[in-house]
Antibody, heavy 128, light 107 residues
Framework: QVQLQESGPGLVKPSQTLSLTCTVS??????????WSWIRQHPGKGLEWIGY???????YYNPSLKSRVTISVDTSKNQFSLKLSSVTAADTAVYYC????????????????????WGQGTLVTVSS | DIQMTQSPSSLSASVGDRVTITCRAS??????LNWYQQKPGKAPKLLIY???SLQSGVPSRFSGSGSGTDFTLTISSLQPEDFATYYC?????????FGQGTKLEIK
């Protein structure tokens, strides 16, 4: 079955750029029918959706983070990545990658989407 | 943006109890609502999608209902492994939004 694994530095300095990669195994990121998403969870808090990318490169970002977020995809490596610029302590969180299922028929896409599976998550701390 | 509000924020219950968690959307989302379970130090796990469809492999004691703005997750008979935090999530629109979570604790 498909598995996702986050990787990247666990410590980032304030004002720098946070960079994470999600490696997909057990399936192709180019298979279609899925958005590849980033979600974060501040310590002891709830879940915040950051954005997603389709294998074609189309993206959608949470407006609350849009000015600082870039999500990209490398289909040759079966990976997608997150960059978050100008980080502060408020960006300290566990970052998850996840696959969002969706389906389209005759060009009309259902809104019955869900996140499954998720990566195990990686804690990124912003500190000098 | 759609806001998701869960109640209660925390809940104490005993093994064997029937438990209901509520999720309310700030506007109608039809049945575009999912439920996840998260255990400490682990990623969330999909339980219910499309408001009432049970994800493969999830025990049948879990069920979901509702449409429009009000939804419920019910656990018919709590098992020790069910003590966790539960989140609802809407897929009606972007940005995707989660509820703040309901922590289910052992009484």
């Amino acid at each position: 079955q498909v598995q996702l694994q986050e990787s990247g530095p666990g410590l980032v300095k304030p004002s720098q750029t946070l960079s994470l990669t999600c490696t997909v195994s057990g399936g192709s990121i180019s298979s279609g029918g899925y958005y590849w998403s980033w979600i974060r969870q501040h310590p002891g808090k709830g879940l915040e959706w950051i954005g997603y990318i389709y294998y074609s490169g189309s993206t959608y970002y949470n407006p609350s983070l849009k000015s600082r977020v870039t999500i990209s995809v490398d289909t040759s490596k079966n990976q997608f990545s997150l960059k978050l610029s100008s980080v502060t302590a408020a960006d300290t969180a566990v970052y998850y990658c996840a696959r969002e299922y969706f389906s389209c028929t005759n060009g009309v896409c259902s809104l019955y989407n869900w996140f499954d599976p998720w990566g195990q998550g990686t804690l990124v701390t912003v500190s000098s | 943006d759609i806001q998701m509000t869960q109640s209660p924020s925390s809940l104490s219950a005993s093994v064997g109890d029937r438990v209901t968690i509520t999720c309310r959307a700030s506007q109608s989302i039809s049945s575009y609502l999912n439920w996840y379970q998260q255990k400490p130090g682990k990623a969330p796990k999909l339980l219910i999608y499309a408001a009432s469809s049970l994800q493969s492999g999830v025990p049948s004691r879990f069920s979901g209902s509702g449409s429009g703005t009000d939804f419920t997750l019910t656990i018919s008979s709590l098992q020790p492994e069910d003590f966790a935090t539960y989140y609802c999530q809407q897929s009606y629109s972007t940005p995707r939004a989660f509820g703040q979570g309901t922590k289910l604790e052992i009484k």
